[in-house]
């Protein structure tokens, strides 16, 4: 279904090309604070942040407002290439209004998010040749193997989010200047399962499902009778149809 109303168009197409630039710029953000907290966190020891507050104002400005700059530079070309109509949505139809017009979508968005991106591996780099430095400088081979699987997880999540957002971009950047119709399609599917794959990356490497599945044994076990055996204890847990495994425990304080 096309846009028909210019208004409605061109909001869409500012809106969607905010969101994008948004999404890089808090994906160097994240990086950078990756890359902050390898260089600043020898150990595995949290380290309280003085200046936390500080760091949050910075990097909502940056994340917000960077893009925000861009935006409005985007809105300059488009202005200017449509002679000051902005409201002339004739050339962004035909694309559902994803994406403005060749100039604004090269210079806003695709450069852009082609530095941010650089930017980005920069950091994942950096990173990772820190974080190896520094497990080596660990003694205890416990702390090590520990930091190790821990550094990886958090460098690993970044660089597939990053290459999947990657991806993404340079499809639609494709679609946009080739006007395929076959780039198209592939563009609408992988727009959709964009946001189905990050949350199965992130699900996947922070092992959510393994948590979870922790939690629950750890409170179905603390419920079993201690006058049953173990080996009971699992036979009858798993039969068991008490309302005793519905309860609170431990009991919650009253208010």
Known sequence: MRTTDSELCIALAFALQYARLCVFCWMLLMTHNMHHQFR???????????????????????????????????????????????LDTASLKGQNCWFLDKNAFVYGLLVPSC???TITFYYLVRSA????????MQADIRTREKMRRKRTLQILLFTKLTVVLS?????????????????????????G???ILV????TCNCQVLKLYTKSIKSRAARHVPSYVGRG???????????LQLLTWDPVPDPV
């Not at 949350?199 to 992130?202: K, Q, T």
């Open 40 to 86: 600043t966190g020898l150990h595995l020891v949290p380290i309280t942040d003085n200046h936390i507050a500080k760091n949050f104002i910075r990097y909502s400005l940056t994340g917000w407002g960077l893009p925000a700059i861009l935006l409005g530079a985007s809105i300059l070309i488009q202005s200017h290439d449509k002679g000051g109509k902005l």
């Open 115 to 117: 530095i941010l991106i």
């Open 129 to 136: 040749v820190l974080a190896r430095y520094i497990i080596s």
């Open 167 to 191: 991806l993404v971009l340079a499809l639609g950047a494709a679609t946009k200047l080739a006007r395929s119709e076959p780039l198209w399609i592939s563009y609408h599917v992988a727009q």
């Open 193 to 195: 399962l964009q946001g």
């Open 199 to 202: 949350a199965m990356l992130v």
């Open 232 to 242: 009971a204890a699992t036979a009858g847990l798993s039969k068991s149809t008490s």
